[in-house]
């Protein structure tokens, strides 16, 4: 008996471990929970988002830096706007080696380099330098670059667009239940560390990705907040950005009702007609091809499952560009015919959007990290909202990181797969986790843990500001 009883003693004290240990679990989640609905100052949040900035500054310096490949789509096309020279921004014969991206962010970083007087030193190459309809521009264009030293003051111009997304995601969270919370500050921070969304400059030079899903991001919170005269102006705005954001339009289109739907859509065209005569009187006709089509309009690539299959160009287009409109609208209009006491949820739509957004993925021509980026950055949102980290978004962030790294000592061994592999695995993958979360959603699942959790820390602190959800 004597040799046994400190076995029982110690298995006594282990269960009495064992039980305070979830109760001592839930006191720090509930003081935690409790410190995020805390209302927040003004300049602890301007704080956050310098901290936000700099670690995303920090990631991409550390995995790289800002590389240039594509640059020639927006830059070129800004430095010449920047210095007057409309004619040669989008030359009617394409001297860069890629086709131009829409001009909106070309516009937005030509407005900064007038304002912060970049490259005016030596002086700018006359129009005459640039030759007959622009055939020298891209030799003239090079050698200034070269003598003014400001091509990397461009590139890192490209910072203001993560801004962007990051007051972006602020403003969007304005419209919910974090209204003034410390909650909020995980968006800006995870989306700094988010791999999609970093790889739009630190893979290939695609800041416009990042620009056009911030004109998004406010768009749909103004139709949170029923501002849909506004909302589509700004989907009009984001469109001759980058194309892929239509996608958003026809789900915030698809889950509106009546009068709504005609005010956003009236309003989107409107602003879309008044952006394309805009364009075609300063930029010409290869401008508002540029705002229509953007860089879409190209060949399927070697290596994809569509290149695998055979399929002509045609036949590829259709699928990667008509077909995730087509099944988001299915999608968002099936989704709010289900719950249609959902379509002002935040939760909801942020789904339904990051559903949209994974089908352009698993229909594309071809891949790359950064074409995760709407659907990466989507889910972060949605999770802040739904206030519970998901596993799948986590694992979606790991899985892009490992698949497309610029550097790293994996990278090796992913060289002789062909981009078909990478298909078969993220593009799947990103619209199971956005698919499973809006389900999950539509079940009332999250609704009720987030209103849960409220209750407890409004129970647990008093003090604490009540939050509209």
Avoid at 25 to 38: E, I
Avoid at 147 to 174: D, F, K, R
Avoid at 238 to 258: P, W
Avoid at 413 to 438: D, G, H, I, N
């Amino acid at each position: 008996m004597t040799a046994i009883h400190p076995t029982r003693r110690a298995t006594s004290n282990d269960a009495a471990h064992s039980r305070e240990t979830p109760a001592r679990r839930m006191r720090v989640a509930t003081q935690l929970r409790q410190w995020l609905l805390q209302p927040t100052r003004w300049w602890e949040t301007t704080g956050v988002f310098a901290v936000a900035t700099a670690l995303y500054v920090s990631v991409v310096t550390l995995l790289g830096g800002f590389q240039t490949g594509d640059a020639s789509e927006t830059v070129y096309p800004s430095i010449l706007m920047a210095h007057g020279q409309l004619a040669c921004a989008y030359p009617a014969s394409n001297p860069f080696p890629v086709p131009m991206a829409g001009p909106g962010y070309a516009v937005w970083t030509a407005a900064a380099q007038w304002l912060l007087h970049l490259g005016y030193v030596p002086a700018f190459p006359s129009p005459s330098a640039f030759g007959v309809n622009c055939s020298q521009a891209s030799g003239a264009l090079a050698q200034w670059l070269h003598l003014s030293g400001v091509y990397w003051s461009v590139i890192h111009l490209s910072v203001l667009a993560w801004i962007a997304l990051a007051l972006s995601a602020h403003y969007l969270l304005g419209a919910t239940g974090l209204h003034g919370r410390r909650q909020a500050w995980i968006a800006p921070l995870a989306l700094a560390v988010t791999p999609a969304v970093f790889m739009a400059v630190q893979e290939y030079f695609h800041p416009q990705d990042q620009l056009a899903l911030a004109l998004v991001f406010v768009a749909v919170g103004a139709s949170l907040r029923q501002r849909f005269a506004l909302a589509g102006t700004l989907f009009a705005l984001a469109f001759v950005t980058q194309q892929y954001t239509s996608l958003a339009l026809v789900v915030v289109a698809a889950i509106s009702f009546g009068a709504e739907r005609r005010q956003l859509l009236r309003s989107c065209a409107v602003a879309l007609a008044g952006l394309v005569v805009l364009i075609g009187a300063f930029l010409g006709a290869t401008g508002v091809r540029a705002a229509l089509l953007g860089t879409g309009h190209s060949r399927i690539k070697y290596g994809t499952w569509m290149y695998e299959l055979h399929l002509p160009e045609v036949t590829g287009l259709v699928i990667s560009r008509v077909l995730p409109l087509v099944l988001a609208g299915v999608i968002a209009s099936w989704a709010a015919r289900r719950r249609r006491d959902l379509a002002r949820d935040p939760e909801f739509l942020l789904g339904v959007l990051a559903v949209a957004f994974s089908l352009r993925v698993l229909l594309e021509i071809n891949l790359f990290g950064y074409y995760l980026l709407a659907t990466a950055a989507t889910l972060v949102l949605r999770d802040v909202v739904a206030r519970r980290s998901c596993r799948g978004t986590i694992w979606l962030m790991v899985a892009v990181l490992v698949a497309f790294p610029r550097d790293g000592v994996w990278q090796h061994l992913w060289a002789s797969q062909p981009t078909w592999f990478f298909q078969v695995v993220l593009a799947p993958s990103a619209f199971t986790v956005s698919l499973l979360s809006l389900l999950r959603t539509m079940r009332g699942e999250g609704a009720r843990e987030r209103l849960a959790g409220d209750h407890a820390s409004v129970e647990d602190a008093p003090s604490t500001a009540r939050v509209v959800s």
